[in-house]
């Protein structure tokens, strides 16, 4: 039997927008598919994740954004880009947002989301997304970009 408790995943927006780390198990797998996710965004670079777990089930979209870790920092631009994509699968059906751990990367594509088409002043998704998703922590610089966006 698969313990659905200990896969978390975070409704951003019930039954459209969800967030979380990577999916590791298939386990995690079958959280999702219990709860009637079928789009997954992974933020991720294909060396932080296994992308072979998910089945055929899901619609994949990918778009690699860096972290704290990276040289290269994400700008307003990217961020667009990947709302572009989020925008679509949202769209169609409800969807996974992830990263490796759901620390930096999700949260601030979240609050993108929030800020951009949910028209959340910035500092209003940001405590939200702190209040429902205690990991959320973005770079200060991530922040700053959601006022160009």
């Known amino acids: 039997m698969v313990d659905f408790k200990k896969h978390n995943i975070c409704w951003v927006l ?15 797998i079958e959280t999702l598919k219990k709860n009637n996710i079928k789009n997954v965004l992974t933020l991720c670079d294909k060396k932080e994740f296994n992308y072979d777990l998910f089945d055929d089930y899901f619609q994949k979209e990918s778009y690699f954004i860096p972290d704290h870790r990276s040289r290269d920092k994400i700008n307003s631009l990217e961020i667009c880009k990947v709302l572009g994509i989020l925008e679509k699968q ?9 990263c490796l751990f759901s620390i930096e990367r999700s949260p601030l594509i979240c609050m993108a989301y929030l800020v951009k088409y949910k028209k959340y002043p910035v500092q209003i998704a940001l405590d939200y997304l702190m209040s429902i998703h205690p990991k959320t922590n973005p770079l200060d610089q991530q922040i700053e970009l959601l006022y160009q966006i």
Do not use: K, Q, W
């Open 14 to 28: 019930i039954d459209e927008l969800a967030l979380g780390a990577a999916p590791n198990s298939l386990g995690f």
């Open 90 to 98: 949202i769209s169609d059906a409800p969807t996974y947002v992830h």
